[in-house]
């Protein structure tokens, strides 16, 4: 078991750090064309941690050209795919070499425990990088079934260009699941990370070019979403526009790309978990812990957060003193200390968001059982008490919008319809989660859910191995798996006539 450092020893790392601040374009670091930087704010202290470029128009079309001629040449598109998978690989390895660097700068961008960044996150880039690496020279084209005056083939090609803009919950490894599939399929990305966590993904750029990737073909613009992420959805030289972010704003991005070029667009938008427990759940303990990780893991700052506890009315009491119990261990602490279960909320716009949320569910009448304030830690920043609803009625702001943050709405249900009506009842499909002892109500219940994921007595379990993305309006397409793949392929049919 490797031995957990000391909040000392991540402090003292913090004061050598050296901070990469300018965009990645075809290889090399440069400064915005407009000479203009934006502020990274530390959210568990709210001071200044480094200036970083803010790219615009011209740093796109900038980029979107060095991708399209790294494309055009072949160097990587027209790769082996062996090849590609060796430098793919080449890239995990320097991501697991450099892990307590990537993990403080997580850390100390978005405010989420470093020891989760460590354990959790720079790991799960490393496993996408690799997982991806090591399938891609393992996927075959098609024969289609034809008379034998006929072949009919099927292949697939790399699409091209692809814009990724990522969100700041998870900076590297939401990254890491567009950067997997679209590389290692031949394409060239240029990312464009959250402004508000930019500094793991303008340093995994120089890492990819140590690990042989050719210049052009991953370029990172730290910019703004009206800015930097606009140009990029309506560049009528980018093939493919890959996202994970709210709803809101996907929406937005398809309208930009049918007023561009019809690139094709992918979406994992939002959502409004519901996390159901039936009164015959075999381990009310178990199913309390895993509601209190559900909400408050990373702050809550989750697409698939479980943010409604739904509970059948028999066992409703018990089981939320359980989540009490176990959320009062969770207190938001030093980002930097180990020991750290929860850490700051990513900025002071999404700090006031959530305290707002937290007004409207008691003005709403939903009672307020455990935390609902900020909480106090050093002398500064944005933390957030474990919050927990009870009484809340499902057609509450609570309920329906989604908070990303650390507040939990308890909904009582009666029957199994009642619970699946009230789960179903949102804008929102991205995963949903259920607790039964009864095999038969477990996929009943899952057939009915209207998610992209059902979790049955556990939550939050999978690996790259299964496809994630949503239903409704979390969005489209899928992130993991092998599905992934056809967000960065075009298929194509060559059709012989054989004499």
């Known amino acids: 078991m490797r031995e957990r450092k000391s909040a000392a020893?991540?402090?003292?790392?913090?004061?050598?750090?050296?901070?990469?601040?300018?965009?990645?374009?075809?290889?090399?670091?440069?400064?915005?064309?407009?000479?203009?930087?934006?502020?990274?704010?530390?959210?568990a202290t709210g001071r200044p941690l480094a200036e970083v470029a803010a790219t615009s128009d011209p740093d796109v079309d900038t980029a979107v050209a060095a991708a399209r001629r790294a494309f055009d040449s072949g160097h990587w598109s027209r790769l082996p795919p062996v090849k590609r998978k060796r430098v793919l690989q080449k890239l995990a390895s320097l991501v697991?070499?450099?892990?307590?660097?990537?993990?403080?700068?997580?850390?100390?961008?978005?405010?989420?425990?470093?020891?989760?960044?460590?354990?959790?996150?720079?790991?799960?880039?490393?496993?996408c990088l690799d997982w991806y690496a090591e399938a891609i020279?393992?996927?075959?084209?098609?024969?289609?079934?034809?008379?034998?005056?006929?072949?009919?083939?099927?292949?697939?090609?790399?699409?091209?260009?692809?814009?990724?803009?990522?969100?700041?919950?998870?900076?590297?490894?939401?990254?890491a699941w567009k950067l997997g599939p679209a590389l290692a399929t031949g394409n060239s990305v240029v990312l464009k990370p959250s402004e508000k966590s930019p500094l793991t993904a303008i340093r995994l750029a120089e890492l990819a070019t140590a690990a042989g990737l050719p210049d052009g073909v991953l370029n990172v613009l730290p910019g703004f979403g009206h800015t930097a992420g606009q140009a990029l959805a309506l560049h009528n030289d980018v093939d493919c526009l890959v996202f994970t972010g709210s709803t809101r704003v996907g929406k937005k991005l398809l309208e930009y790309a049918g007023q561009s070029n019809m690139k094709r667009v992918?979406?994992?938008?939002?959502?409004?978990?519901?996390?159901?427990?039936?009164?015959?759940?075999?381990?009310?303990?178990?199913?309390?812990?895993?509601?209190?990780?559900?909400?408050?893991?990373?702050?809550?700052?989750?697409?698939?957060?479980?943010?409604?506890?739904?509970?059948?009315?028999?066992?409703?009491?018990?089981?939320?003193?359980?989540?009490?119990?176990?959320?009062?261990?969770?207190?938001p602490g030093d980002p930097l200390d180990p020991a750290t279960r929860m850490g700051a909320i990513v900025d002071d716009k999404q700090f006031e968001t959530v305290l707002r949320y937290i007004a409207a569910g008691t003005a709403g009448g939903a009672i307020l059982r455990m935390g609902g304030h900020p909480a106090k830690v050093g002398d500064g920043g944005y933390f957030i008490e474990p919050t927990i609803f009870d009484e809340v009625r499902n057609d509450m702001r609570i309920a329906q919008e989604e908070i990303f943050g650390p507040v939990l709405s308890?909904?009582?249900?009666?029957?199994?319809?009642?619970?699946?009506?009230?789960?179903?009842?949102?804008?929102?499909?991205?995963?949903?989660?259920?607790w039964t002892s009864d095999v038969s109500t477990a996929h009943r219940v899952a057939r009915r859910l209207r998610a992209g994921t059902v979790w049955v007595n556990c939550f939050e379990q999978g690996d790259l191995t299964v496809p994630f993305g949503g239903y409704k309006q979390s969005g489209t397409g899928r992130d993991k798996s092998l599905h992934a793949l056809d967000k960065y392929t075009e298929l194509k049919t060559t059709w012989l006539k054989l004499s």
């Not at 960044?117 to 880039?125: E, Q, R």
């Not at 990373?298 to 739904?310: F, I, T, V």
């Not at 009642?418 to 009842?425: H, T």
């Open 9 to 43: 020893h991540w402090r003292g790392l913090a004061e050598q750090l050296d901070i990469r601040t300018r965009a990645f374009i075809d290889g090399r670091y440069v400064d915005a064309a407009s000479g203009e930087t934006f502020t990274c704010i530390n959210p």
């Open 96 to 127: 697991r070499e450099h892990r307590e660097e990537l993990a403080l700068l997580e850390s100390l961008d978005m405010g989420k425990p470093v020891s989760d960044s460590l354990t959790i996150d720079i790991p799960a880039v490393a496993n």
């Open 137 to 175: 020279d393992k996927v075959y084209g098609e024969v289609a079934p034809t008379g034998d005056n006929m072949l009919g083939m099927i292949t697939r090609e790399p699409i091209g260009v692809v814009a990724a803009i990522v969100p700041w919950n998870f900076p590297l490894l939401m990254a």
């Open 266 to 331: 992918w979406l994992e938008c939002g959502g409004k978990t519901p996390n159901i427990v039936m009164a015959d759940c075999a381990d009310l303990d178990a199913a309390a812990r895993a509601a209190a990780f559900a909400i408050f893991f990373n702050q809550g700052e989750m697409c698939s957060a479980g943010s409604r506890l739904l509970v059948d009315v028999r066992i409703k009491d018990e089981l939320l003193d359980k989540v009490i119990s176990t959320a009062k261990t969770l207190k």
């Open 410 to 434: 308890t909904i009582r249900f009666e029957t199994v319809e009642e619970a699946v009506e009230i789960a179903n009842d949102v804008q929102y499909g991205l995963a949903a989660a259920l």
